[in-house]
């Protein structure tokens, strides 16, 4: 009956009156998934919506309301409901949605998107994650030098690393705490970049302790592998990538942040010896590729770019230094 009721008072199409049932819908989903429902079982083992009673009213609101009348409140209420129930299909539609109405729209619904994702209901994907980092990108391109919105993004991505009822797989979490934050580099404003920093810090923090504890893992070296294929599909690296000749200003930039948490993330080693964890990775990227790019060197050129970083940041590793502690890495570091 409550279901029937939000429903009957969402898709009425008086202006402004259905947030309260929208909010309601989204709350009520989230509980559903917290309390670990039949659909909410069925939905975190990757089988779809469930049989929610939300699946499909989110995507109903959305089509119901024009992005030319411009009501943010109302159409960030519908994308929480359809983010919360829906898969990466609904992502990329309320994204493309919330651009087209305006900037704080996209701010907001990027904020949403990482609520499901850090309760692991939402499969993390690369196209996915590449759909994030260009919405992403545009918000820090356009929004950078106002301090404004952009901190409602950086609270969200601050929250990845806040344990939830229902959470995502650990290797997920600390992809998207690594990456994502990261592209904060481009922006002006220096509260935003130190915010960043300070994400991506904890996340690597915290996987250098797990890397401790569990010696089996090599969570820091899997963490600079994803770092560098997430590198390897940003735009601006394209770009740089595709240039005569390009020193890779924004690329540059961008890894710095990922390179700067490494050399901290465990006070006692030496930013050295950490160091070499990321050109271990860059060395052996050569012998792999991109499975979604066959035939792209994309991946080799980005642990180039990550290679220059790490070795401005510890001249000590030369290439004949680097050369005989690579000699020491443990076999198989690189993820597959």
Not at 221 to 236: E, M, N, W, Y
Request: with cysteine; hydrophobic share 45%.
């Amino acid at each position: 009956r409550l279901a029937a009721w939000i429903r009957d008072r969402c898709l009425q199409g008086a202006a402004g009156s259905p947030l309260m049932a929208l909010h309601l819908a989204a709350a009520f989903a989230e509980r559903e998934l917290a309390r670990g429902t039949a659909w909410a079982a069925e939905k975190g083992a990757g089988g779809g919506d469930g049989g929610s009673p939300w699946s499909d009213l989110g995507r109903e609101v959305l089509g119901r309301y024009d992005v030319a009348a411009g009501d943010v409140d109302a159409l960030c209420a519908a994308a929480d409901v359809c983010l919360m129930v829906g898969d990466a299909d609904d992502v990329t539609g309320c994204l493309q949605r919330a651009k087209a109405c305006s900037v704080d729209a996209d701010i907001q619904v990027l904020a949403l998107t990482l609520r499901p994702l850090r309760r692991g209901v939402l499969p993390l994907t690369v196209d996915l994650l590449a759909t994030l980092a260009s919405h992403i990108l545009g918000v820090v391109g356009v929004r950078g030098g106002v301090a404004g919105d952009c901190e409602v993004l950086l609270d969200s991505l601050q929250r990845l690393q806040k344990p939830t009822g229902v959470q995502a797989r650990l290797f997920d979490r600390l992809r998207l705490s690594i990456t994502l934050p990261a592209l904060f580099a481009l922006s002006p404003l220096k509260k935003h970049r130190e915010a960043a920093q300070r994400v991506v810090h904890t996340a690597l923090a915290r996987a250098a302790r797990q890397q401790q504890q569990q010696q089996q893992e090599p969570f820091l070296d899997i963490a600079t592998a994803c770092f560098v294929h997430f590198l390897s599909r940003l735009d601006p690296f394209t770009r740089e990538a595709s240039a005569t000749a390009s020193a890779y200003p924004e690329s540059s930039k961008i890894s710095e942040v990922f390179c700067e948490a490494l050399l901290r993330c465990e006070p006692s080693r030496k930013p050295t010896e950490l160091g070499v964890v990321a050109l271990r990775v860059c060395d052996r990227v050569r012998y792999f590729e991109d499975r979604g790019r066959p035939g792209s060197n994309a991946v080799h050129k980005a642990a180039s770019v990550l290679r220059h970083v790490v070795e401005k940041h510890c001249p000590d590793l030369g290439k004949r230094v680097a050369g005989l502690l690579l000699q020491g890495g443990p076999r198989g570091s690189m993820p597959t």
